[in-house]
């Protein structure tokens, strides 16, 4: 397909995209109204990326599993970092103080009590 048109859909590799509005090709634009071809469902619980689609905040940059697997963090651009359940779905701490977007994460065996 040619990137430069404004056809209302176009298909890349990873699913199908739409374009709504119908004006712009902008990449970040493009990848916020993909529709997945198929549902993304490996199990019946609640996957981190239903948790973060249901969160009130900006862009998540980054994630990071505990190393139990039973927490996910999420490192955002309103400046916060995110502790989640897995299993639950409910976020159960916030770390504020940074003064600019979270954009990565690094942790060594991070356990949480």
Do not use: C
Not at 52 to 62: A, E, F, H, I, M
Request: glycine share 4%.
């Amino acid at each position: 397909n040619n990137n430069n048109n404004h056809n209302n859909n176009f298909n890349d590799n990873d699913g199908q995209y739409e374009n709504i509005d119908g004006e712009s090709d902008d990449n970040n634009e493009r990848a916020m109204k993909k529709k997945q071809k198929n549902e993304w469902s490996l199990t019946e619980q609640i996957t981190p990326f239903q948790m973060l689609k249901r969160s009130n905040q900006k862009w998540v940059w980054d994630l990071a599993f505990s190393a139990d697997s039973q927490y996910v963090f999420t490192a955002s651009s309103d400046h916060y970092v995110r502790l989640w359940s897995v299993y639950s779905g409910q976020m159960t701490r916030e770390y504020s103080g940074h003064q600019k977007a979270v954009t990565a994460l690094a942790f060594a065996d991070v356990f949480v009590e």
